[in-house]
């Protein structure tokens, strides 16, 4: 039996404190007394999953599940929503009917008890649209007045709309809705092309495959990804988790509190189900060549994408149905002298084929016993139009998986990742190169580290990532990673997992780090080729409108063919810095190099300009740097004014965070630059700032004034 403290029931059933607030903490003293309850029962991941998939409480869940979930498409197993309430009716029915209550009872209980399975499970958009949806199809059958069920969900939206408009906002909602109703308008007009599989797995396949392409838009939207193979995951495990597992888990839980010994078998054979649901989900998830990146669409897109699908489906349903009909007709024996009178009988004006005109036509004249050419005239249209909304729809998809045109014009753009740096540059050619992936600072100490949170923000899964899919960023071409610091590579972990990439390049020094490890044991795991850069290496073409120029950084022992790779604590000195020449302009980037480390170039610059020409960027006067990103987020340490003499930048831009606790950028680095230089952009003032590159002409752009 489930206990609540006495001093909380009894707020909650005095006459006066029936409100919210006493029923939330109500509901979240029950969802608490039932999360130690799965505890007891379900040990390591498997608790956290249970949690999720039982109690709609996801504070537990392995992050590491949830991301392979995710990857698949089957997050919504781990959401409360219609299939959870579907569930608990059918078993609620099932009791009642066990009780031997009436019908009328049955229904009128169960639909009482569903805003208590809503308050127990979170209370989240998806769970609130099906328990109304629920209680009203209940309260209908009970009164026998059960219609529409697009009727139900217009009434459900309506009632939380006006309960909440902000609900129209929230992913879960239009999620929700929009599958929900997609089922009932599009299940209907496949299940005639799956006539050839039997009716309980047509069934299954149509609900699947309908979900699949109504979720699809929203989707690529929102997440940006959509495994090749997600169809296939959810005929496979939907079936198992929704009719096996989930209510394993409900039952276990229910008997845990009156006999802790069976609970505890079934939680065992749960768990057995939930290990080999893991495992199918990763071996599913072994190739990244099924994970497609798609940028997000826009509105027009993702209306064309309905219309054309919803006019294929109907036009394969009426072939279909046209198809059995006459397949039928063939072997009945109809009457010779029965067949005028029945072509006489016909409504011509309520013909409701695709063609209205041309059926009311052609019946005129099968009528008159000329011909029948309207049959071939619309058998001929139908497969015209088939044939073209196909290839509507095929352009539909390619026109959107297709990162946008820049139309020869190369793109940098300096991501607001807070206090760090990170920098996206798209050639003219459309190659992809990501400089430096930001990344948490965490301050604390070993001894405190169980302050830390489950799952602590973090920037490059949080912002970076993100980011990276919404633009159409299908694989990255190289990660350049300027030094070895937190703000600088912490975010590349997540893109090392989450996009393909081709290449790493660092400066080729080590830092005792645990970010540092483990992203370069990622990318040796992954067979990532790593390219150490420096001063001595050759000039780096990335197409024939983009080339890379490294100045840093200068060891004594660069020119050695073998040489171990340094282990540098302080890894600001040995930053990678170079110069990016796209489009006849050129940027400089700094990562966070100090003063020592740019007088050093500025010798070597000096030295290279009278020996040789590999690099001549100061032998001209007035060739200047178009843009200069300014090292160490605008620290007093670096940016001196020998520095700003030497390359005279048009531009700089600063990435800092805001409010950042180290002051940042310096008020001398600022006035230093304003002498020098015509324009400064700062993250933390502008957020990001992207610079268009054609014809030696940069065009700038900020997020904010």
């Not at 569903?114 to 109304?132: D, E, H, M």
């Not at 990673?481 to 081709?502: N, T």
Request: aromatic share 8%; proline share 4%; with cysteine.
């Amino acid at each position: 039996m489930i206990k609540v403290k006495g001093s909380d029931l009894a707020k909650v059933t005095s006459p006066d404190s029936w409100n919210v607030s006493h029923i939330l903490r109500w509901t979240d003293a029950v969802r608490h007394k039932l999360g130690g309850k799965l505890d007891q029962l379900y040990g390591g991941i498997h608790a956290g999953y249970m949690k999720g998939l039982v109690i709609g409480n996801q504070d537990d869940l392995d992050p590491d599940t949830f991301m392979e979930f995710s990857r698949l498409g089957l997050t919504h197993i781990l959401a409360i929503s219609g299939m959870h309430v579907a569930v608990i009716v059918g078993c609620l029915l099932f009791v009642c009917t066990t009780l031997r209550m009436t019908r009328e009872t049955s229904l009128t209980v169960v639909m009482w008890l569903i805003p208590v399975y809503v308050l127990l499970t979170g209370a989240s958009p998806s769970i609130i649209r099906a328990g109304i949806m629920g209680m009203i199809g209940l309260y209908a059958a009970r009164r026998r007045l059960l219609k529409d069920g697009l009727h139900i969900l217009s009434v459900a939206a309506l009632v939380m709309l006006l309960w909440n408009p902000y609900f129209l906002v929230n992913v879960s909602f239009q999620l929700s809705f929009i599958v929900t109703a997609g089922l009932m308008i599009f299940v209907p007009k496949l299940m005639p092309l799956l006539s050839f599989l039997p009716r309980w797995l047509a069934g299954t396949v149509g609900i699947t495959v309908v979900a699949q392409l109504i979720s699809f838009p929203l989707t690529i939207y929102y997440f940006n990804q959509v495994s090749l193979i997600s169809v296939f995951a959810n005929l496979i495990l939907v079936p198992v988790i929704s009719l096996v597992v989930l209510p394993l888990g409900m039952v276990s839980l229910l008997m845990g509190w009156v006999w802790m010994r069976g609970a505890g078998w079934l939680a065992a054979v749960t768990e057995w189900l939930n290990q080999m649901t893991f495992r199918v989900v990763e071996w599913m998830n072994g190739s990244s060549a099924l994970m497609t990146l798609w940028p997000s669409p826009s509105l027009a897109w993702i209306l064309c994408y309905f219309v054309v699908l919803y006019s294929l489906l109907s036009i394969l349903k009426m072939r279909s149905e046209n198809g059995e009909g006459e397949r039928s007709g063939a072997d009945d024996t109809v009457p010779l002298e029965g067949r005028e009178s029945l072509d006489s009988k016909r409504d011509l004006s309520g013909a409701t084929g695709m063609f209205p005109l041309v059926d009311q036509w052609a019946g005129a004249l099968r009528w008159r016993g000329f011909f029948r050419a309207s049959d071939y005239i619309e058998r001929y249209a139908a497969r015209a139009a088939i044939v073209l909304l196909s290839a509507a729809l095929v352009f539909l998809l390619y026109g959107g998986y297709q990162s946008p045109s820049m139309h020869g014009a190369g793109l940098v753009q300096f991501l607001d990742v807070g206090q760090g740096d990170s920098i996206l540059v798209t050639t003219p050619e459309g190659k992809h190169i990501l400089i430096d992936g930001g990344g948490t600072v965490n301050f604390r100490r070993e001894k405190d580290a169980w302050k830390e949170r489950k799952a602590p923000y973090e920037v490059g899964a949080k912002v970076v990532v993100p980011l990276l899919k919404k633009r159409g960023v299908h694989q990255l071409e190289a990660v350049i990673m300027s030094h070895g610091d937190q703000d600088h590579i912490g975010g590349l972990q997540a893109v090392l997992q989450e996009i393909p990439v081709k290449s790493v390049v660092f400066n080729g020094t080590l830092t005792d780090s645990a970010s540092f490890r483990k992203l370069m044991l990622t990318a040796v795991q992954q067979r990532i080729p790593i390219y150490e850069a420096g001063v001595d290496r050759e000039v780096w073409k990335l197409d024939s409108h983009t080339e890379i120029q490294f100045l840093a950084p200068i060891f004594p022992e660069s020119g050695e063919t073998i040489k171990p790779l340094p282990l540098i604590k302080e890894q600001n000195h040995a930053s990678l810095v170079f110069v990016l020449q796209m489009n006849g302009s050129r940027i400089l980037f700094t990562g966070d190099t100090d003063q020592a480390a740019e007088h050093k170039i500025l010798l070597y610059l000096e030295e290279r300009s009278s020996q040789d020409d590999i690099i001549s960027l100061l032998a001209a006067a007035g060739d200047r740097i178009d843009v200069m990103k300014v090292a160490h987020h605008g620290s007093k340490t670096s940016t001196s004014a020998l520095w700003l003499n030497a390359w005279k930048p048009k531009a700089a831009v600063i990435s800092a965070g805001v409010n950042n606790m180290y002051g940042h950028p310096h008020p001398d680095v600022v006035g230093r630059l304003e002498r020098s230089t015509n324009l400064i952009y700062q993250t933390n003032l502008h957020g990001e700032i992207q610079m268009r590159i054609k014809d030696g002409h940069i065009d700038t752009r900020t997020k904010l004034p």
